[in-house]
Nanobody, 117 residues
């Protein structure tokens, strides 16, 4: 029912910036939560940041002050502005959509972020 199209991943030097975007298409509920998660090989998928349709945000401690999540409800799109990137930020990032009331979760395919000099 819902497809998530991610873009913006790539290669950046430490201290640099990237902006990820994720556009949701299909049947979108007015009240929902969208966010970004990341998963390194052999590790559990972890929260990076989430944002509700009302604009309430939540960040992992490791990215507070460096990453900013935002959304455009008219476009059903969520963004992740990543500044001051560190090598430990380098991994696969996944977009997530949650139909809040129904608790149905959809995942994007993942986009690779590489931080290297």
């Amino acid at each position: 029912q819902v497809q998530l199209k991610e873009s913006g991943g790539g290669l950046v030097q430490p201290g640099g910036s990237l902006r990820l975007s994720c556009a949701a298409s299909g049947i979108i509920f007015s009240i929902n939560v969208m966010g970004w998660y990341r998963q390194a090989p052999g590790k559990e998928r972890e929260l990076v940041a989430t944002i509700t349709s009302g604009g309430s945000t939540n960040y992992a401690d490791s990215v507070k002050g460096r990453f900013t999540i935002s959304r455009d409800n008219a476009k059903n799109t969520v963004y992740l502005q990543m500044n001051s990137l560190k090598p430990e930020d380098a991994t696969v990032y996944y977009c997530r959509y949650n139909t809040y009331a129904g608790g149905i979760i959809y995942w994007g395919q993942g986009t690779q972020v590489t931080v290297s000099s």
